[in-house]
């Protein structure tokens, strides 16, 4: 298995544009969720999906974020307009249901850069 | 509110010596515990998880320590060893919280 999979690796893009970034799970998972790392917050969840439906998105920070889960394969998180604030690393993990024997499997990650 | 504290940003201990990283909890109806270890460029992996219905949880060279009454754990690493150097969350789930929520991590130093 090739893991969590997130796409782009890196992405610099100037303030008002829109940025997607992408996530395919580990096939077999049923949950996914959506991680952003910034030194002063550490890592905080964004959202997450079961079975493909979004359970809690209390942590999108506003409506500038959406995600969506067409299928049990893919995942995007899409900032619209992005702001220098969004700067941060976004992981992407998965795992069967809530992974408290083994945990999540987490992406390589995407670091955004919003100039 | 940090409802998982890990309150040393960084920790250095010599090979072969014991690491000691802790975590420090506020919710009582977590009931899951894990452990993270993260190298740069890399997403947290999974290292080593504990029930609250234990208080250790043993994997090799990494213990877990739980005591409830005090809401803390703790991480063992016996022997060091330099590959061990990255950044350790700690991590906890249950009650109303159905996902990991995750402490800021603390940034071990492995020296030869």
């Known amino acids: 298995d090739a893991g969590v999979i997130q796409s782009p690796r890196h992405e610099v893009t100037e303030m008002g544009q829109e940025v997607t970034l992408r996530c395919k799970p580990i096939s077999g998972h049923n949950s996914l969720f959506w991680y952003r790392q910034t030194m002063m917050r550490g890592l905080e969840l964004l959202i997450y999906?079961?079975?493909?439906?979004?359970?809690?998105d209390s942590g999108m920070p506003e409506d500038r974020f959406s995600a969506k889960m067409p299928n049990a394969s893919f995942s995007t998180l899409k900032i619209q307009p992005s702001e220098p604030r969004d700067s941060a690393v976004y992981f992407c993990?998965?795992?069967?249901?809530?992974?408290?024997?083994?945990?999540?499997?987490f992406g390589s990650g995407t670091r955004l850069t919003v100039v | 509110d940090q409802q998982v504290k890990q309150n040393s940003p960084s920790l250095s201990v010599q090979e072969g010596r014991i690491s000691i990283l802790n975590c420090d909890y506020t919710n009582s109806m977590f009931d899951y515990f894990l452990w993270y270890k993260k190298y740069p460029a890399e997403g947290p992996t999974f290292l080593i998880s504990?029930?609250?219905?234990?208080d250790k949880n043993e994997d090799g060279r990494f213990t877990v320590f739980l005591n409830k009454s005090a809401k803390h754990l703790s991480l063992h690493i016996v022997p060091s060893q330099p590959g061990d150097s990255a950044v350790y969350f700690c991590?906890?789930?249950?009650?109303?919280?159905?996902?990991?929520?995750f402490g800021k991590g603390t940034k071990l130093s492995v020296k030869p």
């Open positions: 991590a906890a789930m249950g009650g109303s919280q159905g996902n990991l929520i």
């Open positions: 999906f079961n079975n493909n439906v979004p359970i809690d």
């Open positions: 993990a998965s795992s069967v249901d809530r992974g408290q024997n083994y945990g999540y499997t």
């Open positions: 504990i029930s609250s219905i234990k």
